[in-house]
């Protein structure tokens, strides 16, 4: 392991700085590519050396992915003793604190984790509830208004007053079915999670408990906090005030999630006497490059004065292509490509990047006609699969055999003859007496109009999870054998093959079952005390990380990916392409008066590129069916109020071929 003296040598004035300050409030303004991971994780190892327990420092960001690196790298610092250090997402440390305060939560029997197809379920039901007809309200829609509300720590009552009167009133009617719902079923969701750590923080034991065994605190990627988090943080580090963020407001581009900037704005004023450094060394992009950002970011008011400068040396000029249209655009940028992969360059080093997800047609068009590999960052999520669902609905009932979502989910799968009317009947009988949808099953003979027989398969489906749970009690080997096993006991590998009888599709929807095994086995080699709860509990706070922009990135192919996808990626060549009035800025932006946000966007789709960067707009675009003229983005004319000359090579598309003689040409391509 390196010297705690050679990492600090290693560093540059700015980064030294941040990392030898460790008491009082501290904020690092780290730009873009400017080495802020390594600034953390070298100021954790100084803190060590200085003698603060490992266990009293937390760590948190917001993606799985993050929190791995960190501690991985961590390891690699200070060996055993980074296993002390809480290094997580403020999801993960916000379940684990309140998995251990179930009492002063107010759910001792315990609750699960409401993941988002659950959470639109329950949506649903509550629309169906007020009998609100889905043109009226769709059940994404209303969960995405929930979800934002809460982020800004609103009720019920202040989102009706926030939005037109009835979708007000329909939207906050259906955030208190929504919540009765989740209650009713002891599950909390991700927001959930956030705002009660939030509520039993208000509590002085509480939080003074808290605050003395997190004794240093380390925000990552501040500017992207919410209200929650921003008070959870607050009530931890108020009074040691041992508190240091770190973030770049100029790549903030999460408010339509909840991500509030002004609280990197006014760290300085929120906690008096903070310190700040900012870095502004960039070790991933060529100066020609970063004098394209800066000049970019400069027409932003809301923000912390920063200039990125480059250790990599000047870099060749940016290419300004204007385009006839989008597939002239496509077909012009996948040729370039193809030019460069002959002439030696790797597929991986490719990244084309888009403002919106349906621009990634006419690209994936052009690529495969060329037989260019390439990946589609996002796509189906590995946790939106059926099969992936029921097997965990199943492991779920493990765990709280009174789940009636998990139960009403796989009741039928395989089948077991519980038909709609029985199954109404049941849950009535449920709410009737108070008991869960479970319990009533093993009442079924009970129930008027449902015939006992009906309920059997249902009572030995719960007879044999019970049994399951007995047989193997909570250890290492015994998850993965559990996990196995339960699979197996419910027949569901003959599940696969009832439902797709081809063998290709069959293989294909078992390999996500197969994941489930494969992610109990890393969860036991991982964890020193593996149980079921912990495992589902992990699964599902790593959702948002299955389809990982980054790995995907790795792969040998171009990637297509919007903005918002490629934040805190890199590669050697980028297309920022369809700069145009209405796309980037999206024409949302200037209804809603978001431009800055829009430019911190493009921003931050400029400083991925490392050696090579293409901007593109197209003077017209097929919309409905007509082609609509474009103009070019704001941006690209606020890049050449300031431009560099030598900074530029302008050029302009070559025209559109025919229709008839491009079709032939793209037939003769792909025989080819």
Not at 80 to 100: I, M, N, Q, Y
Not at 112 to 128: E, G, H, K, M
Not at 581 to 598: A, F, K, N
Request: hydrophobic share 35%; aromatic share 6%; glycine share 6%.
């Amino acid at each position: 392991m390196p010297s705690i003296s050679s990492l600090l040598t290693a560093l540059n004035p700015e980064q030294r700085a941040a990392a030898e300050t460790i008491e009082g409030p501290l904020l690092v303004l780290a730009g873009a590519g400017t080495g802020k991971t390594r600034v953390v994780t070298t100021r954790i190892a100084y803190l060590i050396s200085k003698g603060v327990d490992p266990s009293h420092i937390l760590a948190v960001t917001f993606t799985n992915k993050a929190a791995a690196e960190m501690r991985e790298r961590l390891a690699k610092l200070i060996g055993p003793k980074a296993e002390g250090v809480v290094a997580s997402t403020f999801h993960s440390f916000c379940l684990r604190f309140l998995r251990d305060h179930t009492v002063e939560l107010g759910m001792e029997r315990g609750f699960s984790i409401c993941d988002p197809s659950d959470q639109l379920t329950f949506i649903s039901r509550a629309l169906r509830s007020l009998h609100v007809p889905s043109a009226r309200l769709k059940p994404r829609d209303a969960l995405s208004l929930i979800s934002l509300a809460k982020n800004r720590l609103e009720t019920p009552d202040t989102l009706a007053l926030s939005l037109d009167e009835d979708l007000g009133h329909l939207a906050a009617r259906t955030w208190e079915k929504y919540q009765e719902s989740l209650q009713r079923a002891r599950k909390l969701d991700f927001d959930d999670l956030l705002l009660e750590t939030r509520r039993l923080l208000r509590n002085p034991k509480l939080r003074k408990k808290v605050a003395d065994q997190h004794r240093f605190v380390l925000v990552d990627e501040y500017q992207d906090t919410n209200g929650p988090q921003f008070e959870i943080v607050q009530a931890i580090a108020g009074k040691h005030r041992n508190l240091c963020v770190v973030g770049d407001d100029d790549q903030s581009i999460y408010s339509w999630r909840g991500a509030d900037m002004t609280k990197i704005l006014s760290f300085e004023k929120t906690f008096r006497g903070a310190k700040a450094v900012t870095l502004e060394t960039n070790y991933r992009s060529t100066e020609t490059i970063l004098r394209c950002a800066n000049r970019l970011i400069q027409h932003n008011t809301g923000r912390h004065e920063k200039t990125l400068r480059s250790a990599m040396g000047e870099g060749e000029p940016i290419s300004l292509v204007t385009m006839r249209d989008e597939e002239v655009e496509a077909d012009k940028v996948v040729q370039l490509i193809d030019e460069m992969v002959k002439a030696g360059h790797a597929l991986d080093e490719f990244a084309i990047l888009f403002r919106t997800a349906i621009q990634a047609r006419a690209f994936e068009t052009e690529l495969r006609l060329r037989d260019i590999p390439y990946t589609l960052v996002g796509g189906m999520s590995f946790f939106d699969r059926k099969e992936v669902r029921d097997v965990m609905a199943y492991l779920q009932l493990l765990v709280d055999p009174d789940d009636e979502q998990a139960l009403v989910r796989i009741i039928n799968s395989p089948p077991r003859g519980v038909g709609k009317t029985t199954l109404e009947r049941v849950t009535a009988y449920a709410t009737e007496k108070g008991i869960s949808v479970g319990s009533a099953f093993d009442q079924g003979d009970q129930i008027e109009g449902v015939k006992g027989s009906r309920c059997e398969p249902v009572q030995r489906l719960r007879l044999r999870l019970k049994t399951l749970r007995g047989l193997y009690p909570d250890s290492s080997q015994n998850l993965v054998k559990l996990v196995e096993q339960t699979i197996q006991e419910v027949g569901y590998e003959e599940e696969v093959r009832r439902c797709y009888s081809d063998p290709e599709e069959a293989k294909k929807r078992w390999e996500g079952v197969e994941e489930v095994l494969n992610a109990a086995q890393n969860h036991a080699r991982k964890r020193k005390h593996p149980k079921l709860q912990r495992f589902l509990d992990d699964l599902l706070l790593s959702a948002e990380d299955r389809d990982d922009p980054e790995k995907a990135s790795k792969r040998l192919s171009v990637t297509l990916m919007t903005l918002h996808a490629s934040k805190g990626l890199e590669f050697p060549r980028v297309f920022l392409v369809g700069l145009e009035e209405g796309i980037l800025p999206h024409v949302r932006s200037v209804q809603e008066d978001t431009i800055e946000e829009e430019r911190r966007l493009a921003y931050v789709g400029i400083t991925r590129a490392q050696k090579f960067l293409q901007l593109s707009w197209c003077q017209t675009r097929a919309r409905g069916g007509q082609d609509l003229t474009r103009h070019m983005s704001r941006f690209l004319l606020e890049l050449q109020q300031r431009e560099a000359p030598a900074d530029w090579v302008a050029a302009g598309a070559e025209p559109k071929p025919k229709p008839k003689s491009k079709k032939k040409g793209r037939r003769r391509r792909a025989r080819r």
